[in-house]
């Protein structure tokens, strides 16, 4: 985490993106690291929404765009784990995209977005809504 805080706005920027691949990162540590550092916290909720929006965008066209098989080789999933993942999603519907942040969860349900070609519109707003939110309620708490 130090070498991404060394990096200021972009090492956030960075640690945002990678985050919300299936890379174990922590962004909010990050980004906590920076608020408590003095840089400005507005941009800073920006920079990481930004960063991880773009992070679940590359998931949804993981989803998109890649096979089947693939999928379940980077998601680490069985074929009966991937059909429960497909029949939650629909289940609960886009709105599910709001707790795109949410650890173990987030991952697999961009990529799900992206296998049942919601619409881009929508995920965007979605997922940026949720992230965003996210960010903005840490860096309250942690101002406080």
């Not at 299936?22 to 930004?50: F, H, R, Y």
């Not at 009966?80 to 993942?85: I, Q």
């Not at 173990?104 to 799900?112: N, Q, S, Y």
């Not at 949720?130 to 309250?140: V, W």
Request: hydrophobic fraction near 55%; charged fraction near 15%.
């Amino acid at each position: 985490m130090e070498y991404f805080t060394e990096l200021g706005y972009l090492g956030l920027f960075i640690a945002s993106f990678l985050a919300a691949t299936i890379l174990p990162l922590s962004s909010e540590l990050v980004l906590t690291a920076l608020l408590l550092n003095g840089l400005s916290p507005e941009n800073l909720v920006i920079i990481a929404t930004i960063g991880n929006v773009l992070g679940s965008l590359t998931n949804y066209g993981l989803g998109y765009w890649a096979s089947k098989t693939v999928i379940q080789k980077w998601l680490r999933m069985s074929e009966s784990e991937f059909v429960r993942a497909e029949e939650r999603f629909k289940k609960y519907g886009i709105i599910a995209l709001l707790f795109a942040w949410v650890p173990i969860i987030g991952d697999p349900l961009t990529v799900m977005a992206g296998i049942l070609r919601i619409r881009l519109l929508w995920f965007l707003m979605l997922v940026t809504t949720g992230k965003f939110l996210r960010y903005y309620i840490l860096a309250t708490i942690i101002l406080q």
